[in-house]
């Protein structure tokens, strides 16, 4: 507690409480107000880049990027002994974790940050075109890949639980993959002629437990932010949240209009996301694990990674048909008027 009334002194604050929420998150009362103390995994290397998002957030009036305060040397962080840390309000939530609310809030905050820190560039499609072509074959042979290793398994009298998992899996993994050879031929086609591309700032690890869903819907964390495709941000988003069996999908897929209102995607950029929600290379991974050495861990955590690979392919499978329905129809329809 030395160590951190160390660090709280540096912005002049006097605690009268100090509260431990995580091992790395404080929460801090003064006679004032309550603040949050976080004690960062920022390296030398990946501070830069995390304070120009607080530069970028005042430069740009970020509303969603909650703010940070400047110590009495006027800098963004503290560093003490071999941590950095930094000092931002405490802000409580008024969403349960998981609920709409909190998934709406979440698009919300992510959709403005990527909408209002936009840049759009024109790409050379020749190597993306080679590349995502590359893809297209690496996932067709996987097809082949896997209705050998199913065949295998079945020929056996008795089939351990990965085995069966498998064989169970395979006919949505079967459509998954005719369905990234569809989508890759229609970004293909997208991609003829000049194409722009977007880059936002995103967040680096979007979850849900880094939004605070308040008067105002904040991101917090920004440690691993960077410039990209918004598309990798949400791809990230997705397959960390539904690796999990009782995670709500149906109210992850309904509320993305949310998100969709405050930066509306590109039909490319849509095309992209669901190609990259239904990449089979995961679970490929771990299918070959097992294959090449069934005894390399124990069976129930290589059943519960293939399971967490297979929640994200069912998810592709229902984001895609949300996809065709909400977006591709509509662009249709216009076309056809």
């Known amino acids: 507690m030395e160590m951190l009334k160390k660090v709280l ?18 929460r801090i009362r003064d006679v004032h107000q309550e603040y949050a103390l976080k004690q960062s995994f920022l390296s030398k290397d990946s501070l830069n880049d995390w304070e120009a998002v607080y530069h970028q957030a005042f430069s740009r009036h970020l509303s969603s990027v909650v703010p940070v305060y400047l110590t009495k040397q006027r800098n963004l962080y503290v560093e003490m002994g071999e941590s950095i840390y930094y000092l931002s309000p405490w802000i409580e939530s008024n969403a349960r974790f998981k609920d709409r609310p909190a998934i709406e809030g979440f698009y919300q905050s992510l959709g403005m940050v990527h909408a209002q820190t936009k840049q759009t560039l024109e790409i050379d499609t020749g190597k993306l075109e080679a590349s995502f072509h590359t893809y297209q074959t690496f996932c067709e042979e996987s097809g082949k890949e896997l209705l050998a290793v199913v065949e295998q398994f079945e020929q056996r009298h008795y089939m351990s639980p990965f085995e069966l998992s498998v064989c169970t899996h395979y006919r949505d993994l079967e459509f998954s993959i005719r369905e990234i050879s569809r989508r890759t031929s229609l970004l293909l086609d ?19 437990s880094h939004s605070l869903s308040g008067s105002v819907p904040y991101l917090i964390n920004w440690e691993n932010a960077r410039y990209d495709s918004p598309v990798m941000d949400l791809a990230d988003f997705f397959k960390q949240e539904v690796r999990y069996y009782d995670y709500p999908m149906d109210q992850l897929v309904e509320s993305f209009s949310v998100y969709h209102q405050e930066n509306e995607l590109t039909t490319l950029e849509l095309q992209q996301l669901t190609i990259h929600m239904l990449n089979p290379a995961n679970y490929m991974k771990i299918l070959r694990h097992y294959v090449n050495d069934p005894q390399g861990s124990p069976e129930v955590q290589q059943v519960s990674r293939l ?14 048909r949300y996809v065709e329905d909400e977006y591709e129809a509509i662009a249709f329809d216009e076309s056809e008027s």
């Open 190 to 208: 997208e991609l003829q002629g000049e194409v722009r591309w977007n880059y936002s700032l995103c967040h680096g690890n979007p979850r849900l």
């Open 9 to 26: 002194n540096s912005y002049s604050v006097q605690p009268l409480d100090i509260e431990e929420v995580t091992p790395r998150l404080y």
């Open 307 to 320: 399971q967490q690979a297979y929640r994200q392919l069912r998810f592709g499978l229902q984001f895609s």
